[in-house]
């Protein structure tokens, strides 16, 4: 059998930047095994499965390395750039998922996904979630659960706090978290941010779409400003545009394909 795939660098607009994803179009679900190897053998973040239903509706499906996720931001970006980018004979296209349907459309030079908020949450992160972080946060707050692991917000003073991270995430995938690491920016981005996801699989993850479902309310709740521009400052580094639209969050940003190949499965 042979499956046709494509890897696409999300909120770059450039080569080798932003975050990549491989796009895995099927006529119909293989078995959980099948795409959980594919997605372990392609070895990023995620690799995304479409499967057509009528146009423009398509089922869509996340796997990193090691489990299927909830909500994927830059994998549906990816997955709507290979489809807007083969087709013009639609200017949007709406993917059903384990989060709901989640719409991707042309917005000027862009592509706009529409994703749910998941604003942070009241009580306390644990004392050994914020340890392992090795540098302490001005405030911590529990984020909900998503992708079969606790979540925490870990706001620093400033962008260079960011950058210095080095977490123990061998230690933070024991403790059962993935922490999204932010702080306001400057020269011309709102906020910067960092994430970090051993429980899901991921060490650091380059540039995170569903992260922003909780960035993009928490920064419009502290700065006032709504939209919002914002950085995220892993190795490979990308950029977005966020939008707060009552319960949900616009993302926005630019994709370039680097790869397309063959599956022989």
């Known amino acids: 059998m042979q499956v046709e795939m494509q890897q696409v660098d999300a909120f770059a607009s450039e080569p080798f930047r932003g975050n990549p994803a491989a796009v895995v179009q099927l006529t119909e679900w293989l078995d959980d095994a099948v795409l959980q190897g594919i997605a372990l053998e ?6 995304a499965f479409l499967v057509p239903r009528e146009p423009p509706h398509f089922d869509l499906r996340w796997f990193t390395p090691t489990v299927e996720v909830d909500l ?4 549906t970006l990816a997955s709507g750039f290979v489809v807007l980018s083969d087709s013009d004979s639609f200017e949007h296209v709406v993917f059903h998922t384990r989060s709901g349907p989640l719409e991707v459309r042309r917005h000027q030079d862009m592509l706009q996904m529409s994703f749910p908020a998941i604003p942070v949450l009241p009580g306390e992160v644990p004392p050994e979630v914020l340890e392992a ?5 001005l405030a911590a707050h529990p984020v909900r659960r998503v992708h079969h692991a606790n979540y925490a917000l870990a706001v620093y003073e400033t962008v260079a706090d960011i950058v210095a991270l080095a977490p123990d995430v061998h230690r933070l995938g024991a403790l059962d978290h993935n922490v999204i690491c932010t702080a306001a920016g400057g020269d011309g981005v709102d906020f910067v941010s960092r994430f970090f996801a051993p429980a899901s699989g991921v060490a650091e993850d380059p540039v995170t779409g569903s992260a ?3 960035l993009a309310p928490y920064w419009a709740a502290e700065l006032g ?3 919002l521009r914002a950085a995220q400052l892993s190795r ?5 545009e966020c939008e707060v639209e009552g319960d949900r969050v616009l993302l926005r ?3 370039v394909r680097v790869l397309s190949g063959t599956l022989f499965l």
Do not use: I, Q, W, Y
């Not at 994927?72 to 994998?75: L, S």
């Not at 972080?133 to 946060?137: E, F, H, Q, R």
């Open 42 to 47: 392609n070895n990023l973040s995620e690799t």
């Open 72 to 75: 994927c931001g830059h994998a």
């Open 133 to 137: 972080l090795g540098s302490a946060p």
């Open 212 to 214: 922003h479902c909780t």
């Open 225 to 227: 400003r709504n939209p």
């Open 236 to 240: 490979r580094g990308g950029e977005l």
């Open 253 to 255: 940003g630019s994709c």
